[in-house]
Structure formats: structure tokens, C-alpha cells
């Protein structure tokens, strides 16, 4: 399904999932390079919340420059296949060979903020990631490797333990939390 499309029907959550989904209609409405990080104020992004085959596990990354175990994704860089976008990240930042969506449905939407910081040399300057996530099944027997230039580690951590591991109150609170909510009221399709 187009993206446009499937962010229309998508049934939020929680207000938080309302506003930020009317949010990035607007701004997909109005910003004609809004899949490129060239719109260098706000740009789409594509995240995984990677859970195990009994979804009491979850993949989390410890991300280099926010210094936290954080989810894993990345920008679309003109791609507007997101789940496409989540699940290439997913491989790249884990080393997941064996990974797939649990369902094709957007699982969640936000929008998030990224300080001002330093990429390969160049200052990038704060803006925000308008933001798609999807539910992604991994097999913890797969061999797990990092992605130097943006993680140092990977590993699996219980649902719970996913969420204390991040250093980012906000995240924890308004993100992982969510996902954790969600994967335990059985809300795997949302559109």
C-alpha cells in the first residue's frame, strides 16, 4: 500500500499517534522532498521495533551519537517504501539475516527530534524525523554484528529491559513504551 495511503487509514493509538499522523500528512502535503534528508528542517524516517518469534524479546542498538540503546532505522533517502526502508536498516544495523515484518501495517507513527551533531565530519543541524515504525520478527539465532559508523553493540533484551535501557526519557516514556503496549494488547495490525 502507498504510504500516503496507509497513513491515511492508519487508526491511531493514543493522541500522541492522532496528532503527529495529522502532523506528517500535512507536512507530506506540503514539502515535496520530504523523503529526502535535503528537506533539511523535517524528513521521513523508517524505524523497526524487532521482537523475537515469542515477542518477549526485543533488538536494540547502542546508537553513537544519542549514546543510548535505541530501536533501529533510518532515513528513506527517497525511498517512500518504508517497511522496505525498516526492514533494509534492520539487516544493516544488526547483521539479521532472517528478519520479517510480523505485519505489513504501519505499527506506529511519531515524530521525533534530533539535536544538532556531528555525521562523518559534517555538522548536521537539528530538525525532525517524521517517523514510521514497523513490527519486525528477528531470529535470535542469528549472528549479530554492529554498523560501526552508527552503532557499537546489539543485543536482545526482554521487553522490559529494552525499555530501562535507554538513556532517552522521552523515548522510553512516549516510544518503547508504546510499542511494548501495543505487542501486549495483540495490536499487530493497525491499518
Known sequence: ????????TYVPFNE???????????????HEDIFLRSCMLMH??????????RRDRALMAWHNIYRSWSWLGGHADGERDLLGVALREAREESGLHHVRPVDESIF???ILTVDGHEKRGAYVPSHLHL?????????ERDALEIKPDENSGVRWFSLDEAV?????????ARVYEK??????????CQA
Open 16 to 30: 500522541q499517534e492522532e496528532r503527529d499522523r495529522r502532523e506528517i500528512l500535512r507536512a507530506m502535503a506540503e
Open 1 to 8: 500500500m502507498d504510504i500516503l495511503r496507509a497513513l491515511e
Open 131 to 139: 517517523n514510521v515504525t514497523y513490527l519486525l520478527e528477528g531470529d
Open 44 to 53: 521521513m524516517t523508517a524505524s523497526a521495533w524487532i521482537v523475537n518469534a
Open 179 to 188: 510499542l511494548n503496549q501495543k505487542l501486549r494488547a495483540g495490536k499487530e
Open 108 to 110: 506506529s507513527v511519531e
Open 164 to 172: 530501562a535501557a535507554s538513556a532517552e526519557p522521552w523515548m522510553r
